[in-house]
DNA sequence: GTTATTATTGAACAATCGTTCATTTTTATT
DNA sequence: AATAAAAATGAACGATTGTTCAATAATAAC
């Protein structure tokens, strides 16, 4: 494989993504990739197959990166709640500010691809129930820890979270201020608390 | 002006709009226009100036036909809170499969542009406070007709139903069934009846 | 019917697109 | 140290990008 000495394959899909998320798949270009990784067409080839290879890699650890950043603060907050919470927080207002784009990468992608890419669509249609089911198992988690009514619906209520998610972060990108947008995460977060 | 005995300007718009509805502005290729609305480029130079000139004018166009239809809908249902109702369906549900693409055009620029396209993006954000503003309207006809609790702040209600169309459009192309998506809109203007 | 004005054409432009591959450089094996 | 294997290079490919402009066609004015 390309590249193993110095720099190793996780940081060039890191890199790799950031862009990708910045600019989309088209608003990329091969030489846009190249300057960031800092790799010549020929490696890059080797090592990926093709732009779409490497953005299927990208796409896969933007969303194992999400998991796993969610997990983490289920055990830092000792809350699934919390956690989720920590994780929303985090991904609608902090990230319109320090993240290559506002936007969740999937959605965005989702929003960007046509037929011509079935691959790639149905690539990121999968990480995005992947997603989807993270969120299940921690609202499950949180109903054992007695912090969510145990008669509802997880598989709704997760649904209900990623509408709310990939909404929330487009309308973030029109209305810039703060303090509006974190509101509306928590009147989200009261509707799990409630009723 | 181009082409004004045959079809008119804004025939050649509304094709175009369909275009870049369906492939993004950057996925659309300047020959892929010619093609759709059949015209030569030095034609399409003279009337639009350029790309982002003639994307621009799509974006407007998009959006009025919106409101138009918000409008239309409100008055053949002879309710504010049926005729937003009935727009919703049609922009979350039906669009999902009979238009150029299941997306909202406003939310799919404000998601593939970036800083490159300022102008652009700004006037994506205008139209989109625009629509804001129609929705804020026709909630405050709701409250007058009594068909929602005159209490509620009717730019929060404005807000939230944004985040609901956006977000549930991007999750219809995930979950394609029909049903599931009918729910959650049902669940949406549930929220607006009762509390 | 002739002239002046406006609209349309389509070939051509430089720039960039994703990708390939013969060559060179690096690493691993003996 | 010599040889074999693997990785990285970067020039070059044909295709496509958005755009221009001299030439042509259509329309308007008189």
Redesign the pocket.
């Known amino acids: 494989?390309?590249?193993?000495?110095?720099r190793n394959r996780l940081d060039i899909i890191d890199k790799s993504t950031n862009l990708y998320w910045e600019k989309g798949?088209?608003g990329?270009?091969?030489?846009?990739?190249?300057e960031v990784i800092?790799?010549?067409?020929?490696?890059?080839?080797?090592?990926f197959?093709?732009?779409?290879?490497?953005f299927k890699e990208a796409l896969q650890h933007y969303t194992q990166q999400g998991i796993e950043q969610l997990n983490k603060l289920k055990l830092s907050t000792g809350s699934p709640l919390k956690g989720l919470k920590s994780f929303v927080d985090a991904t609608v207002i902090t990230s319109q500010t320090d993240a290559p784009s506002g936007m969740c990468l999937l959605a965005k992608t989702i929003s960007e691809l046509t037929k011509d890419n079935a691959e790639l669509l149905a690539e990121t249609k999968r990480l995005l129930l992947q997603v989807e089911k993270a969120f299940i198992i921690t609202l499950t988690e949180a109903q054992v820890a007695g912090e969510i009514d145990k008669e509802k619906d997880t598989t709704k209520l997760a649904r209900y979270l990623q509408v709310q998610i990939m909404g929330l972060r487009i309308y973030a990108g029109i209305n810039h201020d703060k303090q509006t947008i974190a509101d509306m995460v928590n009147s989200v977060f009261l509707t799990f608390e409630q009723d």
């Open positions: 494989m390309a590249n193993t000495s110095k798949f088209y990329t270009s091969m030489r846009n990739l190249q800092d790799m010549r067409p020929g490696s890059i080839y080797a090592a197959g093709s732009k779409e290879g490497l």
